[in-house]
């Protein structure tokens, strides 16, 4: 079996079954599933590029092209062992993290789930598969944001970030829609191969714009960024794991899979460039309002978001070995600063920066992690955030518009290395806070994860030649779509970026040093509610949900006349508005049936006996006899199947509502008043009139064969039946026979519980 296939489905059923087994003997335990998963990846990965990659295909939906089709290339398996490898470190640090139960087991399965999903994502190679893959990462990040649904913030966090990515990826379906339909084919490999082709369509500007806002909206790009500073309310090894190695950089990876074909187009690079830079200038300043350590480092996160959508944007080669540098610098710095932002946090109860300090006698391992992983964060030597922050100054001096985008450059990464210097020194030096209430102290599971990232991030960068010949070169030429020479280095002489880099390092330096009053001066402006996302975020859905409850209160207000009212008029205005639109066609018609004065006769007689009659039994029998001259009709017209189906249904819904009937006290007939009575009379013969007209109009149209011959000629031949209604019922339209048969149980299952409580009550009541 194809090692793709194995590892999605293996991590699936893993996800389920081993937190219910494995996890109850230990909950460490469950980190074997995300190493198996890394190590595969690492025993087969040469292999694997060796042979240029793995491709294989199932057939799913034939009749539409769809298939099960996965794809393993080099940046596939760069972010597939991110994922597994980070995954299995957010593992044992939650198995330390979390309090001791089931809930700790749920949480567990949630992340193992989620890791499933991404690794579906990266691996999927079509785009339908890649859809459903995507989604499954919304909604199991609803479930991690949200996993504390005591907490309100939680819960609100969670439906706003399920909001923007689920609606992004409406958008994003329609997109990828438009590009197969324009390809011819919904596989990934093969619509990069045309990309020339589906950009000189004149679809592609739609398919464009809406493919990058599912992308923006995953990845948190201006104007969606505000909910993934909101998504800190999850738990911290949630807030790991989505930011450093999965769901917000999935949006980045589709850019990177896409670029190959669409990269020539200069809308697609005026978009991504324009987008990331504002994202990259919007997040720098909210870095520098927020206070929360957990914030402060999602702000940087959606700083770097940009910084990589930028990136992707830029046409030259330097860009991509940049794009997977940064991606692979990122990863591994911003997963450390996270878990130690946890230890901090989890141990003081306290999440300002501003209560925080002189923690590194009580939690000296997570000070030295902090220290590193937040020295490749800022760019110094000699880590691999360094050589990544050189790439990138390399690569927006290599493109156009050299200027605006070395100056936003030079903005954002002074104010990651403030931000740096913030959390690496703040909360573990200085001047101890009074008085000092430790929760706990330092744990194995709690430090082994940002220990090991943060070394490698010191390894990769005193060794970059060791990233470089493991995955990051063909990473690079995967991304720029052609073969392109990687090596990386650490010192790259006197440069021009060297230059940059050095004097980002001193503004942030200032912006550290004067932190407190940068962050009183920000804290004071008001951002007008025209540009703030979330405000109008929140004012629309407000909207939306004022238009529920008016709506509700006027559709849904117990009244039966009401519900029955609603539908009729709605649909007598359809059919006025149709007749209006096409005119009234009168048909030669002909009486040469005298049988019908006598169907039309117990027809009108049973109308009135309904309509005029005083007791619910009377008004059965009504309803009765026009029903039965309804099958007596079909009968005569020649379809006696419909006819005996007319005939059950009537003699069973008289059967029962008598029963029923007559179980309601004597005394409750008709409520109505007069003038209720008389509304309701206007509106039966509008409708009856209107039915009329359109059915007199329909047999003056000429008759379609078209449906009735397919049904005809194909019954037998495709679904085996002589009998073309039953076909029609079984076969053809089977699903909605199922739905409807469903609807009907449910109806009766609902139906059987409030008689049996209404039983129950009647016995309580009586003395």
């Given at each position: 079996m194809a090692i793709s296939l194995t590892l999605v489905a293996g991590s699936f059923a893993g996800a389920a079954l081993l937190p219910w087994t494995l996890g109850r003997l230990s909950a460490h335990a469950l980190a074997v599933l995300p190493l198996a998963v890394c190590a595969t990846l690492f025993a087969y990965g040469n292999?694997?590029?060796?042979?240029?990659?793995?491709?294989?295909?199932?057939?799913?939906?034939?009749?539409?092209?769809?298939?099960?089709?996965?794809?393993?290339?080099?940046?596939?398996?760069?972010?597939?062992?991110?994922i597994s490898a980070i995954g299995a470190l957010v593992v044992i640090y939650a198995a330390s993290y979390m309090?001791?139960?089931?809930?700790?087991?749920?949480?567990?399965?949630?992340i193992l789930a989620f890791m499933a999903a991404m690794l579906g994502a990266v691996f999927a190679n079509d785009v339908i598969l890649f859809f459903v893959f995507w989604e499954l990462t919304s909604v199991l990040s609803f479930l991690l944001i949200g996993f504390k649904s005591e907490d309100a913030e939680a819960r609100r966090a969670a439906n706003q970030a399920l909001m923007v990515t689920a609606g992004g990826g409406l958008a994003l379906l329609a997109g990828l829609l438009l590009v197969a339909n324009i390809a011819g084919t919904t596989e990934i490999t093969a619509i990069v191969a045309q990309g020339e082709a589906i950009t000189a369509d004149p679809l592609f500007p739609a398919a464009l714009v809406l493919v990058l806002a599912g992308a923006f909206s995953k990845s948190a790009q201006v104007p969606f960024q505000f909910w993934l500073a909101n998504a800190m309310a999850a738990p911290t090894p949630a807030s790991a794991y989505l930011h450093s190695a999965t769901m917000v950089k999935l949006g980045i990876f589709l850019l990177i899979v896409l670029d190959p074909a669409f990269g020539h187009s200069e809308l697609w690079q005026t978009l991504l460039v324009g987008f990331g830079g504002a994202t990259m200038l919007v997040a720098a300043v909210q870095a520098l309002r927020v206070e929360r350590f957990k914030a402060v480092l999602a702000q940087t996160t959606v700083a770097a978001l940009g910084t990589l959508t930028l990136l992707v944007g830029l046409d030259n080669p330097v860009a991509a070995v940049a794009t997977v540098g940064f991606f692979l610098s990122h990863a591994l710095y911003k997963a450390a600063l996270f878990f130690v932002a946890g230890n901090a946090i989890h141990a003081t109860g306290v999440a300002r920066l501003s209560q925080m300090s002189g923690l590194f006698r009580a939690l000296p391992l997570t000070a030295i992690a902090a220290v590193v992983a937040s020295l490749s964060m800022a760019g110094?030597?000699?880590f691999i955030g360094f050589i990544a922050k050189?790439?990138?100054?390399?690569?927006?001096?290599?493109?156009?518009?050299?200027?605006?985008?070395?100056?936003?450059?030079?903005?954002?990464n002074a104010v990651l290395v403030a931000v740096a210097a913030v959390v690496a020194l703040r909360p573990f030096f200085g001047r101890e806070q009074k008085p000092a209430t430790l929760r706990h102290r330092e744990r194995f599971g709690l430090v082994i994860g940002p220990i090991m990232l943060a070394g490698l991030g010191a390894a990769f960068g005193l060794a970059p030649g060791l990233a470089s010949s493991a995955i990051l070169a063909d990473a690079a030429s995967v991304a720029a779509g052609e073969q392109i020479d990687t090596k990386l280095k650490l010192w790259h002489g006197l440069t021009p970026m060297l230059a940059l880099s050095g004097l980002a390092v001193g503004v942030g330096a200032f912006l550290a040093w004067q932190w407190e009053a940068v962050h009183r001066m920000l804290a004071r402006v008001s951002v007008p509610t025209p540009m703030h996302a979330e405000r109008l975020f929140d004012r629309l859905g407000g909207l939306v949900l004022a238009c529920a409850r008016t709506s509700t209160a006027a559709m849904q207000n117990g009244s039966l006349r009401r519900y029955t009212l609603v539908p009729l008029l709605a649909a007598t205005a359809l059919i006025v508005f149709a007749l209006a639109r096409t005119g009234i066609a009168v048909p030669d018609l002909t009486f040469d049936r005298p049988y019908i004065i006598g169907i039309v006769g117990v027809l009108v007689i049973g109308s009135a006996l309904a309509a005029l009659a005083r007791s619910f039994l009377t008004v059965l029998v009504g309803v009765g006899l026009v029903g039965y001259a309804l099958g007596v009709l079909f009968l005569k017209k020649g379809a006696p199947d419909l006819a005996f189906t007319q005939f059950a249904v009537e003699t069973v819904f008289v059967v029962i509502a008598t029963a029923v009937v007559l179980r309601l006290p004597a005394s409750a007939l008709d409520a109505r008043t007069i003038r209720q009575k008389r509304v309701d009379g206007a509106v039966a013969l509008s409708l009856g009139a209107a039915s009329t007209l359109l059915a007199i109009s329909l047999l003056a149209s000429p008759f379609d064969e078209r449906v009735s011959d397919y049904f005809r000629l194909?019954?037998?031949?495709?679904?085996?039946?002589?009998?073309?209604?039953?076909?029609?019922?079984?076969?053809?339209?089977?699903?909605?026979?199922?739905?409807?048969?469903?609807?009907?149980?449910?109806?009766?299952?609902?139906?059987?519980?409030?008689?049996?409580?209404?039983?129950?009550r009647a016995k309580r009541s009586l003395p």
């Open positions: 292999d694997i590029l060796a042979a240029g990659g793995e491709t294989v295909r199932w057939a799913w939906v034939e009749s539409l092209g769809i298939a099960l089709a996965f794809r393993i290339d080099a940046f596939s398996l760069l972010f597939a062992t991110l309090d001791h139960g089931t809930e700790r087991l749920r949480f567990l399965s949630l110094l030597p000699p050189e790439l990138l100054f390399e690569a927006k001096l290599t493109s156009a518009g050299i200027s605006a985008l070395l100056a936003v450059a030079v903005i954002v194909a019954s037998y031949t495709e679904a085996f039946g002589r009998n073309v209604v039953n076909v029609i019922i079984v076969d053809f339209r089977a699903l909605d026979t199922l739905g409807e048969i469903g609807v009907v149980a449910l109806a009766a299952v609902a139906a059987f519980g409030l008689m049996r409580g209404l039983r129950l």
